[in-house]
């Protein structure tokens, strides 16, 4: 009876252990700015960017941004664009096939849904959720640049860089 109370106890702490380490990490970052998503006139949902440090640049620390979406929006347009706005800031076109294994993980999204970018600088990692299920990663020396497409030269949005990061 010891023994299957301590099963149920260790079983329970690595539960609210693993419930809570998105929270942990989440905490690490601060919210550093929010505005929205605009296609055209149309909102489309809204972007939120969080950092380690919102006063230093993007580059070089762990990052965080959040899509909340208000409209449906089917794949092909996740694709094209993130392609088009990679091109658009990365002169080196050898760069551009780096990007392609997150860039095709993107699925259709519904009103509601929420697609997440986190970065960690330690492991040079990319990772893609949708609806806090991971889809997948990239690791390598040159992932952080893939933000780009919303903090580059030439974004997806000027007015949206500049509420990101004000």
Same mark, same amino acid.
């Given at each position: 009876?010891?023994?299957? +109370?301590?099963?149920?106890?260790?079983?329970?702490?690595?539960?609210?252990?693993?419930?809570?380490?998105?929270?942990?990490?989440?905490?690490?970052?601060?919210?550093?700015?929010?505005?929205?998503?605009?296609?055209?006139?149309?909102?489309?949902?809204?972007?939120?960017? +969080?950092?380690?440090?919102?006063?230093?640049?993007?580059?070089?620390?762990?990052?965080?941004?959040? +899509?909340?979406?208000?409209?449906?929006?089917?794949?092909?347009?996740?694709?094209?664009?993130?392609?088009?706005?990679?091109?658009?800031?990365?002169?080196?076109?050898?760069?551009?096939?780096?990007?392609?294994?997150?860039?095709?993980?993107?699925?259709?999204?519904?009103?509601?849904?929420?697609?997440?970018?986190?970065?960690?600088?330690?492991?040079?990692?990319?990772?893609?959720?949708?609806?806090?299920?991971?889809?997948?990663?990239?690791?390598?020396?040159?992932?952080?640049?893939? +933000?780009?497409?919303?903090?580059?030269?030439?974004?997806?949005?000027?007015?949206?860089?500049?509420?990101?990061?004000?």
């Amino acid at each position: 009876m010891g023994t299957a +109370f301590q099963k149920v106890g260790i079983s329970t702490a690595l539960l609210i252990a693993c419930g809570f380490s998105p929270w942990v990490q989440a905490q690490s970052l601060n919210a550093c700015g929010q505005g929205p998503l605009m296609v055209g006139q149309k909102q489309v949902g809204v972007a939120s960017y +969080f950092a380690q440090n919102c006063n230093l640049p993007w580059q070089g620390q762990n990052m965080q941004m959040d +899509f909340t979406y208000t409209q449906n929006i089917p794949e092909w347009a996740f694709k094209r664009a993130a392609t088009y706005l990679l091109k658009r800031n990365i002169k080196d076109q050898k760069m551009h096939a780096v990007f392609n294994p997150i860039t095709d993980l993107y699925r259709p999204v519904n009103s509601g849904d929420l697609y997440q970018l986190k970065y960690s600088h330690a492991t040079h990692t990319l990772s893609l959720y949708l609806n806090q299920k991971l889809q997948g990663q990239l690791q390598n020396p040159l992932a952080q640049q893939y +933000f780009n497409i919303w903090l580059g030269p030439q974004p997806f949005s000027a007015k949206l860089k500049q509420q990101l990061i004000k």
